[in-house]
């Protein structure tokens, strides 16, 4: 059963507007949660983190929110730019250390 | 500054044909991670070295093999290739064992399994 659960495969934004990602965990255990962005043909990078203790992290253009109580996160990117077009995986620490738990991943597709 | 390298970038195998794939980084990492992703699908940790000299079993390790060879090393092999392990393999390294360090992946290898 998936533990990191990304709902919808893909989502359309125009340029300048805000893109809201979303991701939900099932493992209250998580303390650790990252974002990776991927482009075809290409590797996972690192886009930004969030640790268990806070409820925000902010990066630039980016921001994590994190919801323990309804095990829920979410990546905003503020103004979007068609460069911002990739798949975005949600990745939860999975335990063991070093194990992250990946999830389907959302394509956003950012229009100008 | 290469990063991490994979090596090839496709292949297509018959099954029960074998091959390793080979992974290289240049970031002096102790931890490198073998992942595959299928169509539709997040990635999934095949293998990892937490550091040279160790390995161990990830997710789905069944039908592959790894060695780590130096630290800059990390190979994956298929000693009998099936068409379930048709998918994209990804190389990964970071400083350390811990999920509190970014993970620094390849550009990956398609692999096909007729």
């Known amino acids: 059963d998936q533990q990191v659960k990304q709902n919808s495969p893909s989502l359309s934004v125009q340029e300048g507007r805000i893109s809201i990602l979303n991701c939900d965990y099932t493992?209250?255990?998580?303390?650790?949660f990252l974002w990776y962005k991927k482009y075809p043909a290409e590797g996972p990078t690192f886009l930004i983190s969030?640790?268990?203790?806070?409820d925000k992290n902010e990066d630039g253009r980016f921001t994590v929110f994190l919801n323990k109580s309804a095990k829920h996160l979410s990546l905003h990117i503020v103004p979007s730019q068609p460069g911002d077009s990739a798949v975005y995986f949600c990745a939860a620490d999975g335990g063991s250390q070093g194990n992250l738990i990946f999830g389907k991943g959302t394509k956003l597709s950012v229009k100008p | 500054n290469a990063g991490v390298t994979q090596t090839p970038k496709f292949q297509v195998l018959k099954t029960g044909q074998s091959m390793t794939l080979q992974c290289a980084q240049d970031?002096?990492?102790?931890?490198m991670y073998w992942y595959r992703q299928d169509p539709g699908m997040g990635l999934r940790l095949i293998y990892y070295?937490?550091?040279?000299?160790?390995?161990d079993k990830g997710e789905v390790p069944n039908g592959y093999n790894v060695s780590r060879l130096n630290k800059r090393e990390f190979s994956l092999r298929l000693e009998s290739a099936a068409p379930s392990q048709t998918s994209v393999y990804f190389c990964a390294s970071s400083t350390d064992w811990s999920s509190y360090n970014e993970q620094f992946f390849g550009p990956g290898t398609r692999l096909t399994v007729l």
């Open positions: 493992n209250s255990m998580f303390d650790y």
């Open positions: 070295s937490a550091s040279e000299g160790t390995t």
């Open positions: 969030i640790s268990s203790i806070k």
């Open positions: 970031m002096n990492h102790n931890s």
